[in-house]
């Protein structure tokens, strides 16, 4: 292994890294079976020159494997969502002229007339590897390492490059903030091919030397049986998780809630994040596990922003405070600096944390900074030295008679109401006021609702010109992979 590869796995040869069903992965295994695969990949070359590599596996040691090995050997790493359609991924390949697919299995035969219709080798992980590690390049930190795409709520999903710098500067600086150590374990069960599982669990947990128990998917059983014999004392998740395992526990004997929340209640962290928790969530999952809910803000062009501190309060409905080396700041609609706390305006950030580029798109990485500043397109207002994120300014603010309404904030209150399991909020053309609100909202069994009963719960509970305007009953909200909501789809 090259001595300045970045990001590096922890050394610590002896320690489990990796646990993956029943077997256990030490460091040093692991570090091996990467040079392995980075010398298979290279096959004779000194350096893949960021020859973009596509994978399409779940969390596993596959994954990791071809992750470290395609940055280790000079590649860029383009991992896939293995919940993708076969148009989706004809874009992301296209986009990043990737040339080479790794998959095994039943992922593998689902890509081969892909692969094939775009003269792209798909191969095994195994197929790759070498007998024994050879000498790899040195990777200076300023290199494209990593392309990760955009979730698409808003346009078409734009591949975001960054460095071995900026994804190394992404993780410290959460090993810093949330006191990562060798002595955490954490179950991996999100989605890789996104920010919060990549960058968030099994980097910092290999950078620090933790143990990182892998699932390809949320096993709601497995994984509370392993909560509840207390091995994690880190827990990450987005609200769709932590809604899941509440609705979960209505479903089993209460000596098994029991259980499975005083597993939770010594945890040394829970955290939620990649949209927004509703502080109702907040309030249940403290009153049932004892845990107050660290929530962050983050996005893919630059890891994590912002955070709730880890020593110090957490506020329900709050993303906190800068994250160390991010500089974090509001500006207008003018491009303005906003100073003064309680005014609306767009978060942009600065620091080692930035994305490098938006990939062969000069005309949209230019666009989105303003004086070396990124422009999130997300509006937030400053609290008591707290942010609190309004919205998407393109999907989340809405301008209604001179107002700026924020579609989170009436969600919040909205899901308060015992009846209401899921709600969306967006604007809607209105001859009269611009935009007026509307409300898509999905019912627990058995309820149902009518316009002006709501109407009226609403009253003393947001202002009137917050209330929903019309509201329309789905069975569902759609959503993508990592449960955000995907506004653009209710759009009428």
Known sequence: ?????????????????????????????????????????????????EERIAFFMP????????????????????PLNVSSAVAELDHYLSCASVTRMI?????????????????????SVEDVMAEEAGDLPVIDENRRGMMLFTSGTTN????????HKTISAQITTLVEAWCWSEEDTIPLFLPVHHIHGIINILSCGLWAGATVHLFAKFDIP????????????????????????IQYFDTIDEAEVKKICDGFRPMRLNIS????????????????????????????????????????????????QALPGVEVQLFDEDNKLITEENTPGEIRIKGDNLFL???????????????????????????????????????????????????????????????????????????????????????????SMEYADLKSWCKGKMSSYKIP??????????????????????KP
């Open 1 to 49: 292994m090259s001595e300045n590869s970045f990001p590096q796995l922890n050394n610590n040869n002896n320690k489990i890294a990796l646990v993956e069903g029943d077997a256990s992965h030490t460091y040093a295994d692991v570090n091996q079976r990467i040079d392995k695969f980075a010398s298979g990949l290279l096959n004779g070359k000194q350096d893949l020159k």
């Open 156 to 163: 078409k999903p734009k591949g975001v490059v960054s460095t």
């Open 469 to 490: 305007k019309e509201i329309k009953i789905i069975d569902a909200l759609p959503r993508n992979a990592m449960g955000k909501v995907t506004k653009s789809d209710l």
């Open 357 to 447: 580029e938006y990939w062969d798109n000069e005309k949209a990485t230019i666009e989105s900074f303003h004086d070396s500043w990124f422009c999130t397109g997300d509006v937030a207002v400053l609290e008591d030295g707290y942010y609190r994120i309004m919205g998407r300014s393109s999907i989340d603010i809405i301008k209604s008679g001179g107002y700026k309404l924020s579609a989170l904030e009436i969600e919040g209150t909205l899901l308060t109401h015992d009846d209401i399991a899921e709600c969306a909020v967006i604007g809607v053309e209105d001859e009269t006021w611009g935009e007026s609100v509307m409300a898509f909202i999905g019912l627990k069994p058995g309820a």
């Open 103 to 123: 998959a095994n299995g039943k992922y593998q035969d689902s890509l081969r007339e892909l692969c094939a219709s775009m003269n792209i080798e798909l191969l």
């Open 59 to 78: 969390a596993s040691l596959d994954y990791v494997t071809t992750m470290h090995g395609v940055w280790r050997a000079g590649g860029i790493a383009v």
């Open 222 to 245: 497995k994984i509370t049986a392993e909560i509840a014999a207390g091995t994690y004392n880190v827990f990450m998740a987005v609200p769709t998780i932590y809604v899941k395992l």
């Open 273 to 320: 994040g990649s949209a927004a928790c509703p502080v109702k969530l907040f309030e249940q999952w403290q009153g049932l596990t004892g845990q107050v809910l660290l929530e962050r803000y983050g996005m893919t062009e630059i890891g994590m922003g912002l955070s709730n501190p880890y020593s110090g309060e957490r506020r329900a409905g709050h993303v906190g």
